[in-house]
């Protein structure tokens, strides 16, 4: 398994700033990720933080918005341009592919509970 | 395209058993479960690969029917713990190995 810590764990933001999520996992994993969940509802991917290149990134996420580094394999980072009231949300970063364990088992930061006033 | 869990919701007491289903429209590689209690983040619970695997983890289980492109988390002898919002991930064959989440089952249970 892989322990994974998130920094911050809140933070409120005033519309059109930016902020930067940090996650880091306790060993080295093959795919870091960013979701985003609303209260009560399921999680939604952002994007796959890859190592050494560019993030892949889903349908309605772009690079210009969500910013993502991965600069080696235990640590990645998420930004949040330009916010505004829309972006409030929980955003968690989640590993796999860690040593010993299965390649597709995910494990889950805590979450950055983020508002945009 | 998310896969469809049902129920929404459950309510039990204590003890009581539950099954919570997880279905695919299209092939499915693998189906993957996770507890999330309120507050807190996704907790892995277990992985089942195409294959009709059965597997358990404490009084939990599951099945994974490949001909019905369906996975069914099994809770026996339901404990307070249990409760929190279960979602299953699906990869799908023709995938990235990208996992879709469905829209998640709030389990409560009662003492």
């Known amino acids: 398994s892989a322990v994974i810590s998130q920094k911050p764990s809140r933070d409120i933001c005033q519309r059109g700033t930016s902020l930067t999520i940090q996650c880091q996992v306790d060993?080295?994993?093959?795919?870091m990720f960013w979701y985003r969940q609303q209260p009560g509802q399921s999680l939604t991917l952002i994007a796959t933080a890859n190592q050494g290149s560019e993030a892949t990134y889903e349908s309605g996420f772009v690079i210009d918005k969500f910013p993502i580094s991965r600069p080696n394999l235990t640590f990645s980072t998420l930004t949040v341009s330009n916010m505004s009231p829309e972006d409030s949300s929980i955003y968690l970063c989640?590993?796999?592919?860690?040593?010993?364990?299965?390649?597709?088992?995910?494990?889950f930061g805590p979450g950055t509970r983020l508002t945009v006033t | 395209q998310q896969p469809v869990q049902s129920p929404q919701a459950v309510i039990l007491r204590e003890g009581e058993d539950a099954v919570i289903n997880c279905s695919s429209s299209?092939?499915?590689?693998?189906v993957h479960w996770y507890r999330q209690k309120h507050g807190e983040a996704p907790v892995f619970l277990m992985i089942l690969l195409k294959g009709g695997e059965q597997k358990g983890h404490e009084k939990i289980s599951a099945s994974f029917n490949e001909k019905k492109q369906q996975s069914s988390l099994y809770l026996t002898a339901s404990q307070l713990s249990y409760s929190g919002t279960y979602f299953c991930?699906?990869?799908?064959?023709?995938?990235?190995?990208?996992?879709?989440w469905g829209a998640g089952t709030k389990l409560i249970i009662k003492p």
């Open positions: 299209k092939a499915l590689y693998s």
């Open positions: 060993s080295q994993v093959t795919m």
């Open positions: 989640s590993a796999s592919g860690t040593s010993g364990g299965s390649s597709y088992e995910q494990y």
């Open positions: 991930g699906t990869v799908y064959m023709d995938s990235n190995y990208q996992l879709i």
